[in-house]
């Protein structure tokens, strides 16, 4: 899959110790190849930004940090991981997990977990549940230390308009 | 009494065979780190301490960039490479080993309390608080979050990991993969491997070591990678370069001129004896300033290896003036011989010496050692001459020189007949003219960069290390010092605020500190007071996210040192920064891409117990004032002189004597800057040389007359050409500064000679006597 798609994300992270799942909700835009656009509406305003160049995130219209992927390598696989859960193509997350799949066509489950050596890391992850029909619809990623982060996906549409020019901008910020 | 003396020479000279034989047995190191030649800064020591500690540290440093198109073999190399360095005993220890910043995190979080990014404390510094419980949220929000219940607990607005990501990388270019530092450039998967040598790397002996375990392991490398590619750099590599330069053209040098000297003899005498006896003295007085040399300095430079050996030539001045006694029907016996050349010989080895010895009183070691080898080796050969030579040199074998004598005493005739005034007055007007010519064109070249010829596949080596790794070499930096530890760590905050400004305007790209790693107390102190600020809002951000349970910062109240951290990763370069001695304490700040010098030496120029230096223009202003001083030595030769020939030919002609030198010392920059070579401080010694050659050929031009007249001429005129021959050969070097040294040689040799007879015979000074 190679378009852009976008839509709605519900996101609640448990994380061990506190007392409900921290909820919010906001938009997405993945563009193939090029990086993640992720808008938080609710509770307040802030966006994140990854490409294989790092994370760049916003609050309330400024800069509130950027991470240069050379700092924390990663950080790249990260991108990798994301972008392929979300278009579904999971090829080439092989390299790095071990995939079991199942179900059918219409209704499917992937489980991936870390390989030994893959450089992801199994502190920062232990597995990632992705569910889907048409799109993916649900993932589970679970840190392995007592966090849970879990992402619905709504209204998922394969992007007709080209990109405006304001997320064109986002993207490119972390360029050198 | 001869007998006596002969014996005691004898003895003398055997002693120095008998220690020099030991010497080599013990195994004798050569120095070839051209900084050692230079003068010790007389009115910093401190500054030069601490700048010398800085160029040790540095020139122990080794760097290789191992790659291969594919990444593991060029790991796989890397890592095969670094264990059988460690093996192999070479070197102390590997200073490439990846550090991810959990490590380092590690050791940095009990001091977390005192630390905050240079952002967020400004942030804090300008009121804004709630930019920073904001940004906390997001980061508790975000996807990928880094944040945890753990984390949140004892740094509730995730200040510590913004500050560990703030820390500079001095090999920015460079990312950790597993714990290897790697770049990937044009299809190239660069592996880093550096270290520290474990001995010196100026000694000869072991740069060939080191030299030949690389060699070796390469082979064993590109076994199992054949299209691997292995970059180098380090101080140890240009060391070895320019020793082997030195050494293949000393030895060239002094084949060629030993050749030439004794072809030339044999021509002109055509027996072996006087090579001999010449070979003889001449070794003599290679052997007894070299071992004069050792006792006295314990090494011995390249450099002064190079100058004594080209010792030959003049040495040779005196041999010849006894051997064409020969030529003389009344110079029977050897005694003879001698006894007719000694005045000249004494005269002349003295006013030499006398010339060698203003040397000795440069504050330069450099020059200490050159004057040391000549002054002992000169006065061993003349011994050798006078006090072995007619014991040695008993019958007279039959020469026949008819036609050489005829030649040289048309030396005389250019000079003294009449009919060739036009002849003199034409080649005095010339010499002028061309002298005035070059004057106009003379330019002074002091710079180091131009002195020195580094061997150009090492040069573009470390460029291609320094864009790949982003690491720069270290030749500009502040030296910062203070009364304490923490009063530098101060200074240098104040200093990094103003280098920061100088980056934004674009006048240095990089710098690396201390500081930038290791805040002052003051500075931590200073933070902690600040984070307080956000106190007030932490009860709600805390009930917004839904955290349970008390926050429990309890970070160490207790200033974080260097001490505290581990030397891995970025923090490899922190012990090479500090450069203190006891009760000095002193640190650098290293500098990368400096646009303009003056400029920033401006802007750090009001902060106290800082200085802005540059090793490369620090050299050229040490160049120039010692170009002003050898001109000085220049002078101080004559003057020292003028007394000697006083004594022996009174004011006037003693005057006289010294004339021919002097013109060629003040002919010879003009007529060389005519060749495009640029007067520099090599130029100036060389004048020094020329000097006490030239007055040599005046002295003995001033104790021949007669018949013996063309006798002594023919003798200078062999010694000029052996002298050339030997300085000459010089010119050819690929050393700039060598080559500017034997054209000045050259060219004064040539005048010198020319001018010699001009300053009159000894008849006049008989004359005078009577």
Sequence with gaps: MGQMLRGHFVQERQLAGFARPLVSEGSFLLVPGTGLIWRGEKPFANTTVITDAGILQLANGTEAMRLPSSRLPGLSRLYEVLGSALSGDVAPLRQAFSVSSSGQADEWKIELTPLKNSGVGSAQLKSMTLEGSRFVDDVVIDQGNGDVDRIRFLDETVAQTALAPDEKKLLETMRP | MMRVAQGLWLAAVVLACVYLAFRFDQGISFQSNILALLPRSQWDLGAQRAQDKFADALSHRVVFLVGDPAAEKAEQAARKFSRDLVQSGLVTKLTSKASGLEKIGAAYFPYRGGLLSVADRDTLLAGNEQRLVDRALAMIYAPGGIADARLIARDPFLLFPQYLMSLPVPQSRLAPDGDLLTVRDRGLTYVLVSAELAGDPYALAFQDRFNAFVAQDTVAMTKDAPNLK???????????????????????????????????????????RPILLSFLAIGIGILTGFAGTLALFGEIHVIALLFGVSLIGIATDYCLQYFCEYFDPEARTSNERLARVFPGIAVGILSTLIGYFALLLAPIPGLREVAVFSLIGLAGSVLTVLLWFPTLDVSRPPVAAARALRLAALHWSLWESPSLRWLRVGLVVAAIVLGALGFMRLTIDDDVRHLQSLPQPLVAEEHAIEKLTGYA?????????????????????????????????????????????????????????????????????????GYQGAPDPNPSMRAMTAADLPPNGPLAVLPLLDVSSDRHPAHIILLGGVTNRE???????????????????????????????????????????????????????????????????????????????????????ALVLVLSVGVDYAVFCNETMGARKPITSLAIALAAVCTILSFGMLAFSGVFAVHAFGATMFVGILLAFLFAPASGDGRKREGLRA
Aim: no cysteine; charged share 15%; aromatic share 12%.
């Design chain 2, 230 to 272: 292995l970059l180098r750099t380090g101080a140890l590599f240009y060391a070895a370069g320019g020793a082997h330069e030195a050494m293949d053209e000393s030895s060239f040098i002094g084949f060629t001129s030993l050749a030439a000297t004794l072809g030339l003899i044999f021509l002109v005498f055509r027996s072996q």
């Design chain 2, 473 to 545: 070499a270290g030749a500009q930096f502040l030296l910062v010092r203070g009364s304490t530890n923490e009063a530098v760590l101060e200074t240098e905050e104040r200093a990094t605020d103003r280098l920061a400004a100088a980056h934004r305007d674009g006048l240095v790209q990089t710098f690396t500190a201390i500081s930038q790693f290791v805040p002052s107390a003051a500075r931590q102190e200073s933070n902690r007071t600040l984070v307080r600020r956000l106190y007030p809002y932490q009860a709600n951000y805390l009930a917004q996210i």
């Design chain 2, 599 to 685: 400029a920033l030496a401006a802007r750090t120029a009001d902060t106290s117990g800082v200085r802005l230096i540059s090793l490369a223009d620090q050299w050229t202003a040490l160049f120039g004032e010692y170009r002003r001083y050898a001109i000085l030595l220049l002078a101080l030769s004559v003057l020292l002189m003028y007394p000697l020939f006083v004594s022996r030919y009174g004011f006037l002609r003693g005057a006289k004597v010294l004339m021919p030198s002097l013109a060629a010392v003040a002919l010879t920059p003009p007529l060389v800057a005519l060749m495009g070579i640029d007067f520099t401080f090599f130029s100036a010694m």
